[in-house]
């Protein structure tokens, strides 16, 4: 049974940074892409970020490139983002799921974890 467990999320100003992780388990995930989703309140959840399997291939929301980093811990099962220069508009809770590849917007999984919610105050 695939687990999947967000953390890292909490209240930053506006121009912060935070980190987020997440702990996959259940399964091995070396060679799946992985990636990040958010839900705003009110909103459908939307795609913001994606790796590949290796590492070596990402994708990016135009709303957060440049500003946000995915990457793979050593055990390829963790998942992080690195978020930069945050803005009110990054307020959501974000979850992670893998993905059919590392450019996929669509999560390849109908089971999320609980999320982590990230609000920046302006």
């Known amino acids: 049974q695939v687990q999947l467990v967000e953390s890292g999320g909490g209240l930053v100003q506006a121009g912060g940074s935070l980190r987020l992780s997440c702990a996959a388990s259940?399964?091995?995930?070396?060679?799946?892409?992985m990636g990040w989703f958010r839900q705003a309140p009110g909103k459908e959840r939307e795609f913001v970020a994606g790796?590949?399997?290796?590492?070596?291939?990402?994708s990016y929301a135009d709303s957060v490139k440049g500003r946000f980093t995915i990457s793979r811990g050593n055990a390829k099962n963790a998942l992080h983002l690195q978020m930069n220069s945050l803005k009110p508009e990054d307020t959501a809770v974000y979850y992670c799921?893998?993905?059919?590849?590392?450019?996929?917007?669509?999560?390849?999984?109908?089971?999320w974890g609980k999320g982590t919610l990230v609000t920046v105050s302006s």
């Open positions: 799921n893998l993905l059919p590849t590392a450019s996929s917007v669509q999560a390849l999984m109908d089971v």
């Open positions: 259940g399964r091995t995930f070396s060679t799946y892409s």
């Open positions: 790796i590949s399997g290796s590492g070596g291939s990402t």
